[in-house]
């Protein structure tokens, strides 16, 4: 019966002992579990950070797109001003040789035309001359033939405003006779 109840408490304490590897092991399996579920809330956590951050980065990919494609056509355009800066320039460039063209053949027309006219003007002014000289000669003979008609003609009118005068003189002493005339007829036919 001893060995019998020492049979029983050998078994007795390794039932216990079972029993408490047991519940060291689900223990163990819980803690385990819950650093499972805790590695998993926590891998959660930086695959949902991961995530973020990817679509944080492909936001900013997006962005940095949009500004390069707008820097592209910024620059685009800046070459596009460029390149018409650079066209105007060119053609003011040639409108002014084709100026300058113009002007140097109108310069060399004008001085053409100068030498012309200066030319004209001395053979004019030779001619003016001459012609001057024989107007002056034939003024000079005019104006004495117009002195000469003058003084002639001046000579007939005072003879005619003395002819005139006399006359008027005559007609005077008529009218004074004729009056005195009157005057005494008047006279006499009062007295009569």
Same mark, same amino acid.
């Given at each position: 019966?001893?060995? #019998?109840?020492?049979?029983?408490?050998?078994?007795?304490? #390794?039932?216990?002992?079972?029993?408490?590897?047991?519940?060291?092991?689900?223990?163990?399996?819980?803690?385990?579990?819950?650093?499972?579920?805790?590695?998993?809330?926590?891998? /959660?956590? @930086? @695959?949902?950070?991961?995530?973020?951050?990817?679509?944080?980065?492909?936001?900013?990919?997006?962005?940095?797109?949009?500004?390069?494609?707008?820097?592209?056509?910024?620059?685009?355009?800046?070459?596009?001003?460029?390149?018409?800066?650079?066209?105007?320039?060119?053609?003011?460039?040639?409108?002014?040789?084709?100026?300058?063209?113009?002007?140097?053949?109108?310069?060399?027309?004008?001085?053409?035309?100068?030498?012309?006219?200066? !030319?004209?003007?001395?053979?004019? #002014?030779? &001619?003016?001359?001459?012609?001057?000289? /024989?107007?002056?000669?034939?003024? !000079?003979?005019?104006?004495?033939?117009?002195?000469?008609?003058?003084?002639? !003609? &001046? !000579?007939?009118?005072l003879d005619q405003k003395e002819e005139e005068k006399r006359r008027l003189e005559a007609d005077l002493r008529d009218r004074d006779e004729e009056l005195a005339r009157q005057r005494d007829r008047t006279r006499r036919d009062n007295e009569a």
């Amino acid at each position: 019966l001893k060995e #019998r109840a020492n049979e029983c408490a050998l078994e007795s304490e #390794r039932q216990a002992s079972l029993e408490e590897e047991r519940a060291r092991r689900d223990k163990e399996r819980e803690k385990e579990r819950e650093i499972t579920l805790e590695r998993e809330k926590d891998r /959660a956590k @930086v @695959v949902d950070a991961l995530r973020e951050k990817a679509r944080a980065m492909e936001k900013e990919r997006e962005e940095w797109e949009r500004e390069k494609a707008s820097l592209e056509a910024e620059k685009e355009h800046l070459k596009q001003i460029e390149r018409d800066r650079l066209k105007e320039k060119e053609e003011e460039r040639q409108r002014q040789f084709k100026e300058r063209v113009e002007w140097e053949n109108e310069r060399e027309t004008l001085k053409h035309q100068l030498e012309e006219v200066q !030319r004209q003007v001395v053979q004019q #002014r030779t &001619e003016i001359e001459a012609a001057y000289t /024989a107007s002056r000669d034939r003024e !000079r003979d005019n104006i004495l033939a117009l002195q000469k008609a003058a003084a002639d !003609r &001046e !000579r007939e009118l005072l003879d005619q405003k003395e002819e005139e005068k006399r006359r008027l003189e005559a007609d005077l002493r008529d009218r004074d006779e004729e009056l005195a005339r009157q005057r005494d007829r008047t006279r006499r036919d009062n007295e009569a």
